[in-house]
């Protein structure tokens, strides 16, 4: 039962994940952009080396997510006031919209996926997920923008 379990939920992120891609291929975003223009808007500007941080990634690989995210017109850099050698990064007002949209197609995928329940079903799995996500078991990561 546990292998099933775990193949129905990766089935299941994959399935939200291929919808995600197919409704956001218009903006030309890859997941990781995607995932650096999520935490950009909802953090506000952020030093380039706090948004790597949040990323789980290296500093170094920031530089290219931004690098798109800037030609594409949905971020910009600008020296930190407070640390010359740092730069900040902030989301344009188009990849503020850009997000939202992101999150509109995010609620759409999801509930595509959860279409089939009832409501006191949704209200058990948001339970169970809840629980799931709160562990702090190896798989345990710190909470990610939305």
């Known amino acids: 039962m546990q292998n099933e379990l775990g193949d129905l939920l990766i089935r299941l992120t994959k399935r939200l994940h291929h919808f995600q891609k197919e409704r956001l291929?218009?903006?030309g975003l890859t997941p990781s952009q995607s995932r650096a223009l999520r935490v950009i808007v909802g953090s506000g500007p952020l030093r380039m080396v706090d948004?790597?941080?949040r990323l789980g990634v290296v500093p170094r690989s920031v530089t290219s997510l931004v690098d798109a995210l800037e030609e594409a017109g949905l971020a910009t850099r600008s020296p930190d006031p407070a640390n010359r050698r740092s730069l900040?990064?902030?989301a344009t007002d188009r990849g503020r919209a850009a997000?939202?949209?992101m999150a509109a197609v995010r609620r759409e995928a999801a509930e595509r996926v959860l279409a089939p329940l009832d409501a006191g079903q949704r209200a058990t799995l948001l339970e169970l997920l809840t629980v799931m996500d709160a562990g702090d078991g190896p798989?345990?990561?710190p909470p990610l923008a939305d």
């Open 51 to 53: 948004l790597a941080e």
């Open 88 to 90: 900040l990064v902030e």
């Open 25 to 27: 291929a218009p903006l």
């Open 99 to 101: 997000r939202a949209e």
């Open 139 to 141: 798989c345990a990561r």
